[in-house]
């Protein structure tokens, strides 16, 4: 989309016991698998596009063979190149439609996340051990245990948080090491779920420390409700060597946080 318009879209396509998968500018369909895709199994789809009024460009591929493309097209929808939105968008009526490990990337990242990831896994982890330093406080007991809420983000109570009021201050947090990843990691993806307990803001920053003890700062983000919400970091190289992730990399680090202001 570009703002609240809609550029182009990937849509699906049912067919006699199958599906397929087609690509739409508003009402005009500009390409359409004929792949007869089988209900009730994961597929893995990655869809490349370029949105311009004239020079527009797809590609569909599944299980990482190219099924659909299309170039020299009109991808453009509201007469304006690029895009700044993406959306799920389904209709009420809609069939059962089950997605997982979605990725969304741009030409802005460094390589190779600008470009298609093939078949990857995305590991979820809660904290599981305190780090250094620990400079936040808590009512009682670890740090890392105030942290480990579901996906959710909100605190079992009032009391299941880290807090601080000072510039300055850090807290660091261990993970599990990985199980699931193997092979080239892409990106490490540090979610912090944070508000204020009364009204105002305060700045915050997202950080990594090496096992060694060197400490790379991430992004800053302003907290400035009290209602808990979530601030994302992304490296997409390992901050240290400049270099793609590696598993030891990650399980050896620790993550964390920093009042800035």
Same mark, same amino acid.
Not at 43 to 70: N, Q
Not at 99 to 111: H, K
Not at 248 to 254: A, H, L, N, R
């Given at each position: 989309m570009?703002?609240?318009?809609?550029?182009?879209? !990937?849509?699906?396509?049912?067919t006699?016991g199958?599906f397929?998968?087609?690509?739409?500018r508003?009402g005009?369909q500009?390409?359409?698998?004929?792949?007869?895709?089988?209900?009730?199994?994961w597929?893995y789809?990655? @869809?490349?596009?370029t949105?311009?009024? #004239?020079?527009?460009? =797809?590609?569909i591929?599944h299980?990482?063979?190219? +099924? !659909?493309?299309?170039t020299g097209?009109?991808?453009?929808?509201?007469?304006?190149n690029g895009a700044? +939105? =993406?959306?799920?968008?389904f209709?009420?009526?809609?069939s059962?439609?089950?997605l997982?490990?979605?990725?969304l990337?741009?030409t802005?990242?460094?390589?190779p996340? %600008?470009?298609? !990831?093939?078949d990857?896994t995305?590991?979820?982890q809660l904290?599981?051990?305190d780090?250094?330093?620990?400079e @936040?406080s808590v009512?009682?007991?670890t740090?890392?245990?105030?942290?480990?809420d579901?996906?959710s983000?909100a605190?079992?109570?009032?009391?299941?948080?880290?807090?601080?009021?000072t %510039?300055?201050q850090r807290d660091f947090v261990?993970?599990?090491?990985?199980?699931?990843t193997?092979?080239q990691?892409?990106?490490?993806?540090?979610?912090?779920?944070?508000a204020?307990n009364?009204a105002g #803001?305060r +700045?915050?920053?997202?950080?990594?420390?090496t096992?060694g003890g060197?400490?790379?700062?991430?992004?800053?983000?302003? +907290?400035s409700s009290?209602?808990y919400?979530?601030?994302?970091?992304i490296w997409?190289l390992?901050?240290?060597?400049?270099?793609? @992730?590696?598993? #030891?990399d990650?399980?050896?680090g620790t993550?964390g946080v920093e009042?800035?202001?």
């Amino acid at each position: 989309m570009k703002g609240t318009l809609e550029q182009v879209s !990937l849509r699906f396509v049912t067919t006699a016991g199958s599906f397929n998968m087609a690509v739409n500018r508003a009402g005009t369909q500009l390409g359409v698998t004929t792949n007869n895709f089988a209900y009730g199994i994961w597929h893995y789809f990655e @869809w490349k596009i370029t949105p311009h009024i #004239s020079s527009g460009a =797809f590609e569909i591929r599944h299980d990482e063979v190219s +099924v !659909l493309t299309g170039t020299g097209l009109n991808t453009a929808n509201v007469g304006t190149n690029g895009a700044d +939105v =993406f959306e799920h968008n389904f209709a009420a009526a809609a069939s059962t439609v089950r997605l997982d490990d979605f990725v969304l990337l741009d030409t802005l990242g460094p390589a190779p996340t %600008n470009n298609y !990831l093939g078949d990857v896994t995305i590991e979820a982890q809660l904290p599981d051990a305190d780090g250094t330093p620990l400079e @936040w406080s808590v009512g009682s007991g670890t740090h890392f245990s105030k942290l480990d809420d579901p996906a959710s983000g909100a605190p079992v109570d009032s009391t299941d948080v880290i807090f601080s009021d000072t %510039n300055g201050q850090r807290d660091f947090v261990g993970f599990p090491n990985l199980t699931q990843t193997q092979g080239q990691v892409f990106a490490v993806m540090l979610n912090q779920q944070c508000a204020m307990n009364a009204a105002g #803001s305060r +700045v915050l920053r997202h950080k990594f420390r090496t096992s060694g003890g060197t400490i790379h700062d991430g992004a800053s983000f302003t +907290v400035s409700s009290t209602t808990y919400g979530g601030f994302q970091q992304i490296w997409a190289l390992n901050p240290d060597t400049g270099l793609a @992730w590696t598993n #030891s990399d990650i399980d050896s680090g620790t993550y964390g946080v920093e009042v800035v202001s």
